[in-house]
């Protein structure tokens, strides 16, 4: 069993920053592909970042279009931690963020992919 928890979710405006944390507990975080999505009101959960567990020193990475170049997805085995620095903020980013996780090979991009959920975290972007 793997438990999530957000953290870092909040108000900003529009061109600027955050970074959010998804701090997991639980079975071995380091061989887990951990994602963020984000859902934004009355729309469906939408596949942010995923970044797969690190194999020769490095870990696969994979990014939504609307994010690229302005997030970016790290994790820290030792802190048991993935992040997600969020530059460039625009009002369409608001959303609930979602971090999961799951026993995969690659940085996957659906929604099933996953078997661990957090809360979720609330960005909220004004313009």
């Known amino acids: 069993q793997v438990q999530l928890v957000e953290s870092g979710g909040g108000l900003v405006q529009a061109g600027g920053s955050l970074k959010l944390s998804c701090a997991a507990s639980g079975r071995t975080f380091s061989v887990f592909t951990v994602a963020w999505f984000r859902q934004a009101p009355g729309k469906e959960r939408d596949f942010v970042a995923a970044?797969?567990?690190?194999?020769?020193?490095?870990?696969?990475?994979n990014y939504a279009d609307s994010v690229k170049g302005r997030f970016t997805i790290s994790r820290d085995n030792a802190k048991n931690t993935v992040y997600l620095q969020m530059n460039s903020l625009k009002p369409e980013d608001t959303a609930v963020y979602y971090c999961?996780?799951?026993?995969?090979?690659?940085?996957?991009?659906?929604?099933?992919?996953?078997?661990?959920w957090g809360q979720g975290t609330q960005v909220t972007v004004s313009s």
């Open positions: 999961a996780a799951g026993a995969l090979s690659s940085a996957a991009t659906a929604i099933s992919s996953y078997n661990y």
């Open positions: 970044i797969a567990a690190i194999t020769w020193n490095s870990a696969g990475t």
